[in-house]
């Protein structure tokens, strides 16, 4: 079983960016594939961003891409998500999430067995 904390989270200017990471404890993070959920109120859970074991395969929304790049340091058992050109549709709480598979974790959360508690992303414009 793993644990997942996130950080980074904040209050930011439209065009400001951010970086987040899911700091992983109890199994090393090499062993899942890796993923990046958002919610807003009123709104369900969305796909963000995907990245497998060793991060050679590397998913996006396309309301992201382009802004935001997914990446993962195993030796130091974190994952991160640096977003920039940030936009006010972009708050939401942003969860990581870990899924024990060798490729792409995918986009839908039912495929994750593990998630952290969130972190506020606010965008002001």
């Known amino acids: 079983q793993v644990q997942l904390v996130e950080s980074g989270g904040g209050l930011v200017q439209a065009g400001g960016s951010l970086r987040l990471s899911c700091a992983a404890s109890?199994?090393?993070?090499?062993?899942?594939?890796m993923g990046w959920f958002r919610q807003a109120p009123g709104k369900e859970r969305e796909f963000v961003a995907a990245?497998?074991?060793?991060?050679?395969?590397?998913d996006y929304a396309v309301s992201v891409k382009g802004r935001f790049t997914i990446s993962r340091d195993n030796a130091k058992n974190t994952v991160y998500l640096q977003m920039n050109s940030l936009k006010p549709e972009d708050t939401a709480v942003y969860y990581c999430?870990?899924?024990?598979?060798?490729?792409?974790?995918?986009?839908?959360?039912?495929?994750?067995?593990?998630w952290g508690q969130g972190t506020q992303v606010t965008v002001s414009s």
């Open positions: 999430a870990a899924r024990p598979t060798w490729g792409s974790p995918g986009g839908s959360p039912d495929g994750y067995d593990y």
């Open positions: 109890g199994r090393t993070l090499s062993t899942y594939g």
């Open positions: 990245i497998s074991r060793i991060g050679g395969t590397l």
